[in-house]
C-alpha cells in the first residue's frame, strides 16, 4: 500500500501515545458576544419576572447597551417609547434586588409625535425625544420645573447634546391620568422624560446621582 505524505503525517499523529486530541477535533465556535448578552438579558428578565409587565426585547436592549457601555447600577429605568404616551411605559427596575420597583408615565417631546413617538432627534431646538442611554445626574432645581435630575447622554450621535439641550427629567402637571382622560394622551416635553409631579420625589429618591436611564424606541 502506497501512503501519501498527508496520510502519514495523520496516521503518525494519530498513533503517537498522548497525542493532543483537540487538534484532530475541530473546536466549536465561541458564542458571539450579542447571543451572550441576550441569554444573559432573558434570564434576569426571568428573574425579576418582569414578563407581563414589559416586552422582553426592550429590556434585552437596554441590558445590551448598558454592558456595550461597560455601564452599570443598581437601579435602571426603562422608558419604551414604542407604546402610547397613555401607557405606563416608563419601568423603574433594582436590579440588585430584581425586582421591579414602580412603573409609571412619561412623556416624550412635541417635536417626536402625538400619542406616539415616532420621531427622535438629538439636534438643538428640535423638541424631540433623544433615545439611548442615560446616566442621571445630581438633583437640580429648575427655575421652571422645580426639582428635577440632569440627564447626561452616554451615546455620540444619539443623545449626546442633552446637557446642551437642557434635557432634564422633571415633573409636569401633563403628566397625569386627568389629562390622560381629556386630552386621549399625555401632554408632551420640549424633548425631556416628564413625569408626573406626585411622582417625582420618589423619583430623586431612587435615580439621583448615578443611576442609569434607557430610553428605547423605533427610528
Not at 4 to 19: E, K, Y
Not at 95 to 112: C, N, W
Not at 137 to 149: M, V
Not at 191 to 202: D, K, L
Request: hydrophobic share 40%; with cysteine.
Amino acid at each position: 500500500m502506497v501512503y501519501t505524505p498527508m496520510l502519514l503525517s495523520m496516521l503518525f499523529v494519530w498513533l503517537l501515545p498522548g497525542a493532543d486530541l483537540e487538534r484532530r477535533v475541530p473546536a466549536m465556535p465561541p458564542a458571539s458576544p450579542s447571543a451572550s448578552m441576550a441569554a444573559a438579558a432573558g434570564n434576569l428578565f426571568n428573574q425579576i419576572g418582569l414578563e407581563g409587565e414589559m416586552d422582553e426585547t426592550v429590556f434585552a436592549a437596554g441590558y445590551t447597551r448598558m454592558q456595550q457601555h461597560g455601564t452599570s447600577s443598581t437601579v435602571v429605568a426603562i422608558a419604551d417609547m414604542t407604546q402610547a404616551s397613555s401607557a405606563k411605559r416608563l419601568y423603574i427596575i433594582d436590579l440588585e434586588k430584581k425586582q421591579l420597583i414602580m412603573r409609571t408615565y412619561v412623556a416624550h417631546g412635541q417635536g417626536s409625535g402625538d400619542s406616539m413617538a415616532t420621531s427622535f432627534s438629538n439636534r438643538e431646538g428640535s423638541h424631540q425625544t433623544s433615545l439611548g442611554l442615560y446616566r442621571v445626574g445630581a438633583e437640580i432645581i429648575s427655575p421652571k420645573h422645580g426639582p428635577a435630575l440632569l440627564l447626561e447622554g452616554l451615546e455620540r450621535g444619539i443623545n449626546c447634546k442633552a446637557m446642551q439641550r437642557e434635557v432634564i427629567m422633571h415633573g409636569a402637571d401633563y403628566v397625569s391620568e386627568q389629562f390622560i382622560a381629556e386630552h386621549g394622551r399625555l401632554g408632551r416635553s420640549w424633548g425631556c422624560p416628564a413625569v408626573s409631579r406626585y411622582e417625582m420625589p420618589r423619583m430623586l429618591e431612587l435615580l439621583a446621582n448615578g443611576a442609569l436611564l434607557y430610553v428605547h424606541g423605533k427610528q
